[in-house]
């Protein structure tokens, strides 16, 4: 695969696509393409963009927007010299810049914060409540298992707010006797998971719970 930059005007994209050049410490660069879902995650993402690239002081390296319309061409090889032939006849010299690129995938470190609450009431009435509470988080349901009569399991996708991250719930429901036991598993980057964490405790010491954190 090719990534092929016209260094002519602005591109806008109505999926919001981004390109961004990253250099490390050996000075590889690496182009990043962001699809964001909407113009708030464009939003968070040129804020992230400007930090880093300004006020730098002496580190190595650079980040910016390119301004460029950017090209994802996965051609057969004989095909790209056409494909680029034909580019560069469309153009003025010097203003293409073409770069071999292969996919590289770097994962943000996550982080699992568990909590472990007993709620006094049957399955059925706290299924409600958790519902209730990741609602008013914008929360989105992803799934919910009825496994049996006194066992569930519901997993949610939950954006924090300010630019802390999403977090991926899951959360497994089991009623013993009189009582029902949630095991609560939230993953994400640190800051998102433990800040999601907080929250939830906050909303359950409203109500007659016992709480175990790990």
């Not at 699809?35 to 995650?41: L, S």
């Not at 995938?105 to 699992?112: A, G, H, Q, S, V």
């Not at 909590?115 to 409600?128: G, P």
Request: net charge negative.
């Amino acid at each position: 695969m090719e990534i092929i930059g016209f260094l002519c005007t602005i591109v806008k994209n109505t999926k919001g696509l981004y390109t961004v050049m990253r250099y490390s410490r050996s000075r590889t660069m690496h182009v990043i393409i962001l699809n964001c879902t909407d113009d708030t995650e464009k939003k968070r993402v040129r804020y992230v963009i400007d930090k880093w690239g300004e006020g730098r002081g002496e580190k190595v390296g650079e980040v910016a927007e390119v301004k460029a319309i950017v090209v994802k061409a996965d051609l057969a090889e004989g095909e790209v010299g056409d494909f680029i032939d034909e580019l560069y006849s469309k153009i003025s010299a010097g203003r293409v810049e073409i770069y071999k690129a292969e996919i590289e995938k770097i994962e943000p470190e996550k982080k699992i914060e568990r909590l472990n609450v007993t709620f006094k009431a049957d399955i059925k009435s706290v299924e409600k409540l958790i519902s209730f509470i990741f609602s008013k988080k914008n929360a989105t349901l992803g799934e919910h298992r009825y496994l049996s009569d006194n066992f569930s399991e519901m997993e949610y996708q939950v954006y924090m707010r300010r630019g802390k991250g999403g977090v991926e719930v899951r959360i497994v429901l089991r009623e013993e006797g009189d009582e029902t036991v949630a095991d609560i598993q939230l993953e994400g980057i640190e800051v998102a998971s433990k800040s999601l964490k907080s929250d939830l405790l906050d909303d359950f010491s409203f109500f007659d719970v016992q709480i175990e954190e790990e």
